[in-house]
Structure formats: structure tokens, C-alpha cells
């Protein structure tokens, strides 16, 4: 894994810029359709980790703020009689798609404006539907035999950033994604498990723990994107208006 030349932390090869310190890689991030390179080696949840948290360390403050913004919300819906519940689905999964975009804008080298946690409702409906869709094919495999289930909740785990990042439709994105997770599956899973472990932590700090911990994990998923997929959209000033349309055909 390459380092920084003027920090020397180490570089996710999808990243173009240090996530620690903003010092331009040495090599530009890849375009290309997803790598099969992770299909038969371990994955480097560590760094997953690391580069996750020095992402949240670029601006701890927007990170919690937003979340407490997407908490509250959340909360005020509950009281709304009869929509109250499918108001707060509605929105949630465009809400905490900001945590990736920002993310992935760091990773970049850009510099982010805290309204850019807000840009994931202009993909509303496919969020929406990948949400919609994916849990309740997730959840039928639950009911009938668990693992399915399993298997589909870790295969998805980056449909909602495809969406995002490549312009995908619900159904392209939760391919894509479970296709590219499957080789890999159970280095994913164990993936996942740590970061449930880690929330599960700051929710036993009386809960304050997980100002902190969602985040992070957050910040993880978007490096880890990284690492297997390669950003492919611009997060740049007019993001998400600058995607160029050949990059979105998903890969094989």
C-alpha cells in the first residue's frame, strides 16, 4: 500500500489525496470497473479503519453535527401521526448518504461545504428504492432460512454509494454491488461485524460513544468503496452535475 511523501501515512490506491494531511498521491485513482485484485486476498480492514478515521478527523465537528441534525430529525418524524415512520425511512437513506459524499470528497483533495451532507436527496428516488428493495429482498431471507439473508444484508453494503457515485438505477446498483462483494464475502462480513462491534461500543458509552463510532464506520464504508471500486465521479464544486456519462455503465 503506497504512503504519503510529505506525511508518510499510508494511501488507499483508490484515494488521490493523503486522507491525513491533503498532500496529492503519487498516482491518480483508477476508473476502471471494480478490481477482482481483493477476490483472493485479505481485505485490509485495518486500513479501512485508519483512513476512515482520519477522514473524520479532517472535520469532527460537521461529522457529529450532521449526525445529531439526522437524529433529531428522525426523532421529530416519530411524532408526526400515520406518516410519521415512513416519513423518517423516506429520507434516511439520502440523509446519510452525506456522510459518503463528503467523505469521498476529501479523498479527493477537495474541500467540502457542510451542505454537501444535504446532496444525496438529489438521487431521493433510486436511494429510495435501493433502500426499499435490497431490505426487503434482505429481509425475506431472513424469514425463510436466515443465512440468505445474511449473505444479501453484507452483498449491498455499497448499492446506496453506487447509486451516488455511478449514477447507477436500484436494481444495477444492487448487482453490482452483491457481484462484487461476493468473492470476497466473508472478508466483508467480518467487515461488517466490526463495525457493528464498534457502534455497539459507542452505544454502551450511554450512547454519546456513537457521536463518534457512526461516523467513523461511515467513513470506512466510503474507504473501502474506495479501495474496490475507485471513485469515479468528480466531487468537485457543481458535484453531482459534472459526472461523466461514460463512467456510469456498471462493470462486469
Known amino acids: 500500500m503506497p504512503h504519503c511523501a ?3 501515512h499510508e494511501i488507499l490506491e483508490a484515494a488521490s489525496f493523503c486522507p491525513a494531511c491533503g498532500h496529492p498521491a503519487s498516482q491518480p485513482p483508477s476508473e476502471s470497473a471494480p478490481s477482482n485484485k481483493r ?3 485479505s481485505l485490509p480492514l485495518g486500513e479501512y479503519l485508519k483512513t476512515g478515521w482520519e477522514l473524520f478527523k479532517r472535520y469532527p465537528g460537521w461529522y457529529v453535527g450532521f449526525f445529531l ?6 426523532a421529530v418524524l416519530r411524532f408526526v401521526p400515520w406518516i410519521g415512520a415512513a416519513a423518517g425511512f423516506a429520507v434516511g437513506p439520502a440523509l446519510l448518504m452525506g456522510n459518503f459524499i463528503v467523505s469521498a470528497k476529501l479523498l479527493q483533495g477537495h474541500t467540502p461545504k457542510f451542505s ?3 446532496l444525496g436527496f438529489r ?25 440468505p ?26 448487482e453490482l454491488s452483491r457481484r462484487t462483494v461476493q468473492p470476497m464475502w466473508f472478508g466483508m462480513f467480518a467487515f461488517v461485524l466490526l463495525l457493528m462491534l464498534i457502534n455497539l ?10 457521536l463518534v463510532s457512526v461516523p467513523l464506520t461511515a467513513c470506512a464504508i466510503t474507504a473501502a468503496y474506495a479501495d474496490l471500486f475507485g471513485l469515479q465521479s468528480d466531487y468537485s464544486e457543481d458535484f453531482p452535475d459534472n459526472f461523466p456519462s461514460e463512467a456510469g455503465t456498471p462493470g462486469a
Not at 69 to 74: A, K, P, R, S
Not at 149 to 161: C, E, K, M, N
Not at 202 to 209: A, D, E, H, K, Q
Open 201 to 210: 461500543g459507542g452505544f454502551l458509552l450511554l450512547g454519546l460513544g456513537l
Open 39 to 41: 477476490a483472493t486476498a
Open 69 to 74: 441534525i439526522y437524529v433529531g430529525l428522525q
Open 123 to 147: 438521487f431521493f428516488i433510486p436511494l429510495l428504492l435501493t433502500a426499499l428493495v435490497g431490505g426487503v429482498l434482505a429481509g425475506i431471507g431472513l424469514l425463510l432460512l436466515v443465512i
Open 6 to 8: 510529505k506525511c508518510g
Open 149 to 174: 439473508g445474511v449473505y444479501l444484508l453484507v452483498g449491498y453494503l455499497f448499492a446506496s454509494s453506487l447509486v451516488v457515485d455511478r449514477r447507477l438505477d436500484f436494481w444495477a446498483a444492487l
Open 116 to 118: 454537501d451532507f444535504f
